[in-house]
């Protein structure tokens, strides 16, 4: 049961961490370089973007090392952040930007909110004013929306064209 929760605690701190990453690094100044690639378009099938994930497997290997030499727990926790990476793999990489050969669009629900949120967060030109930096937890769309309106960067519902 012990080992479970720090997996459970280990997926829930991995997407604070993944949103902070997100937002201020992969959105910042310092990690624009890799991640401009996902907000390109492109038809190959690896972005430099994919790079942060190879940076966090490795980061989860040497997890491994340290939990199965030294100290257990780090185990566990590699555990976890291994199943959050294939939770982002899943939900990121494979509904939302469909990098799979089939394709799928939900139509509601959980899926449906998570798929819109990050596709307003693509919405915006370049690393300014995007919304929804998390990969398994997404805010209302409503909200996203309205704040986009705010920003400028999406028309009032009045000023869009039929």
Same mark, same amino acid.
């Given at each position: 049961?012990?080992?479970?929760?720090? +997996?459970? *605690? !280990? %997926?829930?701190?991995?997407?604070?961490?993944?949103?902070?990453?997100?937002?201020?690094?992969?959105?910042? @100044?310092?990690?624009?370089?890799?991640?401009?690639?996902?907000?390109?378009?492109?038809?190959?099938?690896?972005?430099?973007?994919?790079?942060?994930?190879?940076?966090?497997?490795?980061?989860?290997?040497?997890?491994?090392?340290?939990?199965?030499?030294?100290?257990?727990?780090?185990?566990?926790?590699? +555990?976890? *952040? !291994? %199943?959050?990476?294939?939770?982002?793999?899943?939900?990121?990489?494979?509904?939302?930007?469909?990098?799979? @050969?089939?394709?799928?669009?939900?139509?509601?629900?959980?899926?449906?909110?998570?798929?819109?949120?990050?596709?307003?967060?693509?919405?915006?030109?370049?690393?300014?004013?995007?919304?929804?930096?998390?990969?398994?937890?997404?805010?209302?769309?409503?909200?996203?929306?309205?704040?986009?309106?705010?920003?400028?960067?999406?028309?009032?519902?009045?000023?869009?064209?039929?």
């Amino acid at each position: 049961m012990t080992q479970f929760l720090i +997996v459970l *605690m !280990t %997926v829930a701190a991995m997407e604070l961490t993944a949103y902070s990453v997100h937002r201020w690094i992969m959105h910042g @100044p310092l990690g624009w370089g890799w991640h401009k690639s996902h907000h390109e378009d492109h038809d190959h099938a690896f972005e430099r973007n994919d790079l942060y994930g190879l940076v966090f497997s490795l980061i989860a290997g040497a997890l491994f090392v340290a939990g199965s030499l030294w100290v257990p727990v780090l185990w566990w926790v590699a +555990v976890g *952040m !291994t %199943v959050y990476g294939a939770i982002y793999f899943i939900l990121h990489d494979g509904l939302v930007h469909q990098r799979w @050969p089939f394709r799928y669009v939900p139509r509601r629900g959980y899926f449906r909110r998570l798929y819109q949120a990050h596709r307003l967060h693509h919405a915006v030109e370049g690393r300014e004013h995007c919304v929804s930096f998390g990969f398994i937890y997404a805010p209302p769309v409503d909200h996203l929306k309205q704040r986009l309106k705010q920003s400028g960067v999406l028309k009032p519902d009045s000023e869009r064209q039929p």
